[in-house]
């Protein structure tokens, strides 16, 4: 058995970023200009601009000195999805699957936004995630959805997805409308530099992991050995297949070791620290030898 891992290339430098975020332009109570201060404010690395159906231009603000992104949440007529890097502005098609193969053409990636907002915990139907192609992750946790109706977070969906074979990463945006949304949840991101090319590719190929508060100062492999380190972290939780708990690990300090033995297709983790602070790895993939 192998072990494959989005952070085998992980780098010692990691950047802070928002990639779900309003203005007045749309349902925002602030406008552009005021979030990309309040962003600026508390230190982060990059923001997207990701209006509801519009797209925005960084370089008509000021970007206090973070890598602002174009972004835009197509929300018209179906379930809402992040287009990262958006050039143009795609369609809102109510078949979503024409909206993928749209941003796949004109470039940027998507992710699925707040799974589990709503009444109901489905904004998004797990048959139409599970039927959906193109996609690069889900929203693992959304900020705005703790004061609406619904879950916050969304493992539940994802490990149901990873269970079915699908590699796909978490992500965990504000989705800031109001200034309590602020600074909710993080997406850190290992890169080479703090570039818009460097980020973007960490965020495509999931070298990043999601963050309320804690702080993952290392993560390594080294066969089938994961380490992290993390002066802040109190537990961490192995979690496979079904969302199953397999191990839990007390202290500051992992090592696992993955068992050839496992009955599971991935493992990922999460970090417990003081209060609500959490973090959630990307998933690392179990494969049989040929």
Request: aromatic share 12%.
């Amino acid at each position: 058995m192998s072990l494959i891992s989005p952070y085998e290339h992980a780098h010692k430098q990691q950047f802070r970023g928002n990639l779900h975020t309003h203005s007045t332009l749309t349902d925002g109570i602030y406008s552009m200009q005021e979030v990309i201060d309040l962003y600026g404010d508390r230190n982060f690395d990059f923001l997207m601009l990701s209006d509801h159906d519009t797209l925005s231009d960084p370089a008509d603000y000021d970007d206090r000195g973070m890598i602002l992104f174009p972004g835009n949440e197509i929300t018209a007529q179906g379930g809402h999805l992040l287009h990262v890097n958006a050039k143009e502005l795609i369609q809102p098609d109510p078949d979503r699957q024409v909206v993928l193969d749209a941003i796949e053409r004109s470039g940027g990636f998507a992710i699925i936004n707040h799974p589990n907002w709503g009444c109901r915990f489905s904004h998004w139907p797990q048959k139409e995630l599970e039927r959906l192609q193109g996609y690069r992750g889900i929203e693992i946790y959304n900020g705005v959805t703790e004061r609406a109706e619904g879950e916050a977070q969304a493992t539940d969906r994802w490990d149901m997805l990873l269970t079915q074979g699908r590699k796909i990463w978490g992500y965990g945006n504000d989705d800031f409308h109001i200034l309590c949304d602020l600074e909710r949840v993080w997406n850190m991101v290992f890169a080479e530099s703090r570039s818009a090319e460097a980020l973007l590719e960490s965020l495509e190929r999931g070298n990043f992991y999601v963050s309320t508060g804690l702080r993952l100062d290392t993560i390594t492999v080294c066969g089938n050995r994961v380490s992290i380190s993390a002066p802040e972290v109190e537990c961490y939780r192995i979690i496979g297949d079904w969302g199953a708990i397999f191990a839990t690990v007390e202290g500051p300090e992992l090592s696992f070791e993955a068992d050839p033995e496992l009955p599971f297709s991935y493992f990922r983790i999460e970090c417990f620290g003081k209060g609500t602070e959490k973090a959630w790895t990307q998933p690392f993939w179990l494969q049989a030898p040929h």
